[in-house]
T-cell receptor, first 115, second 113 residues
Framework: DAGITQSPRHKVTETGTPVTLRCHQTENHRYMYWYRQDPGHGLRLIHYSYGVKDTDKGEVSDGYSVSRSKTEDFLLTLESATSSQTSVYFC??????????????FGSGTQLSVL | DQQVKQNSPSLSVQEGRISILNCDYTNSMFDYFLWYKKYPAEGPTFLISISSIKDKNEDGRFTVFLNKSAKHLSLHIVPSQPGDSAVYFCAASRMDSSYKLIFGSGTRLLVRP
């Protein structure tokens, strides 16, 4: 197993509340990603990071922000959660990026329910 | 607009037979393709990959075929085993679009004993 820990594993929250999901890695990989998985959509990239304090948007970034103050931690924040953000969230890491010949290693996921 | 499509949401096969999972893509700039396998309550795990300079890649019971002209790839599992029952995701990337894998919607494979 790649050393990736996501917390919490499950969370139930109410609409309008802020939520922060944490991804911690012990691999010292440069690249970290947040994906969400929804039925019929597969995995969609929310945000990614290519180094400390270096982040960029993915396909579905609206309503989400991220921060990376240390190599090992990548935080995903929902500033004001909505029901459409109910999903399973996966963190992933890679050593050199996914431009070519590189694979991602995924965490076990966080099941988030927004009521 | 989905750039990577898995049109079969599910597939059921008998143990010992061949499983064939299909994936189509629309962006001809994709040049690297991967298959991931996902069990319930776990993250996806890498299974096998292929670059656009090849048309076939084998790893044990798993073979991926790439048909660039048709923008189609397939994953063959022979022989299928009950432990192969999982959701399989196809993914693609471009050399000039680093850091981003585009995933299909997944196919749930059930291998019946």
């Amino acid at each position: 197993d790649a050393g990736i820990t996501q917390s919490p594993r499950h969370k139930v929250t109410e609409t309008g509340t802020p939520v922060t999901l944490r991804c911690h890695q012990t691999e010292n990989h440069r690249y970290m990603y947040w994906y969400r998985q929804d039925p019929g959509h597969g995995l969609r990239l929310i945000h990614y990071s290519y180094g400390v304090k270096d982040t960029d948007k993915g396909e579905v970034s609206d309503g989400y922000s991220v921060s990376r103050s240390k190599t090992e931690d990548f935080l995903l924040t929902l500033e004001s959660a909505t029901s459409s953000q109910t999903s399973v969230y996966f963190c992933a890491i890679s050593r050199t990026g996914t431009g070519y010949g590189e694979k991602l290693f995924f965490g076990s996921g966080t099941q988030l329910s927004v009521l | 607009d989905q750039q990577v499509k898995q049109n079969s949401p599910s597939l059921s096969v008998q143990e010992g037979r061949i499983s064939i999972l299909n994936c189509d893509y629309t962006n001809s700039m994709f040049d690297y393709f991967l298959w991931y396998k996902k069990y319930p309550a776990e993250g996806p795990t890498f299974l096998i990959s292929i670059s656009s300079i090849k048309d076939k890649n084998e790893d044990g019971r798993f073979t991926v075929f790439l048909n660039k002209s048709a923008k189609h790839l397939s994953l063959h599992i022979v022989p299928s085993q009950p432990g192969d029952s999982a959701v399989y995701f196809c993914a693609a990337s471009r050399m000039d679009s680093s850091y981003k894998l585009i995933f299909g919607s997944g196919t749930r494979l059930l291998v019946r004993p």
